[in-house]
């Protein structure tokens, strides 16, 4: 089905659309895009936006269904990197690879798709193509993508120590049967055994029974496990500064986790 180009007018009203979710303003940029789509239902490039909507809402099964029919929009490289992005959330890692190649066949200079698809070979065991990928975001965009913060295994794990250790008294002894574990990315088969899937970005995870469902009378054995995913950590923070808060805030959301409490309760704790 062919669609009318968008006016001069819409496609002003799509940029705005851009423009809201470059600064935050997600809700704003829902109410924009369903009220174009109202006057121009299912139009490709109506799509994309919807999809980049519905990605910054987190809501990556949300972005696939506005893209199915989006294939003939004005930016196919755009299409492809939105898609791949959406699969990659989704732990839907080779698929998302292929979108991800698909997106830099046409446009090469694409900064953002290359980060995606060095994530991609990160998490696939390809640490050479990574690099590679990451190091051509970086000459792209250097401002949008900096170097990825080094920081050793052992100064990582002491980083763990000192956040579990400021924990409030009530909650530190919790963790005595409670092993806090770091690994580099979060298993595929962890993210997959939620519906919807976890999205591999994950900084931190808490995998088990939390308090509130446990009973007297249950069979003795592990709890579960704090699990922080080190490379994931590492790249969402600029300098050590910001990683030890990002590290203290991720154990204390997921020892909250444990402790069976929702937002609201996770402040009574001095967990917020």
Not at 131 to 140: L, N, S, T, V, W
């Amino acid at each position: 089905m062919s669609y009318p180009t968008l006016s001069e007018h819409e496609w002003d009203e799509v940029e705005k659309i851009w423009d809201l979710l470059d600064q935050g303003r997600i809700e704003a940029a829902r109410v924009a895009v369903d009220g174009l789509l109202a006057r121009r239902p299912g139009h490709p490039d109506l799509r994309i936006v919807d999809a980049a909507v519905a990605l910054d809402e987190g809501e990556p099964e949300g972005a696939l269904r506005s893209l199915d029919g989006a294939e003939t929009s004005a930016d196919p490289a755009l299409f492809f990197h939105l898609r791949s992005l959406a699969r990659y959330e989704m732990a839907r890692i080779e698929p998302a690879r292929q979108d991800a190649e698909r997106a830099l066949a046409i446009r090469p200079d694409f900064a953002e798709t290359h980060e995606l698809l060095s994530k991609i070979l990160e998490y696939i065991g390809d640490d050479e193509g990574s690099r590679r990928h990451g190091d051509f975001a970086r000459e792209i965009d250097p401002d949008l993508f900096p170097p990825m913060l080094e920081v050793a295994d052992d100064e990582f794990d002491a980083l763990v120590e000192k956040s579990l250790g400021e924990l409030p008294p009530k909650v530190r002894r919790h963790l005595d049967e409670l092993p806090v574990l770091v690994e580099a990315l979060p298993r595929r088969e962890v993210l997959t055994a939620e519906s919807p899937p976890l999205s591999p970005d994950i900084l931190g995870l808490f995998i088990g029974r939390h308090l509130l469902d446990r009973h007297h009378d249950d069979v003795p054995g592990s709890p579960g496990a704090i699990y922080l995913f080190r490379r994931n950590l590492l790249r969402a923070c600029a300098d050590r500064e910001e990683l030890a808060h990002e590290v203290r805030v991720t154990v204390q959301h997921e020892v909250g986790h444990l402790l069976g409490l929702d937002e609201d309760e996770l402040d009574e704790w001095g967990l917020a």
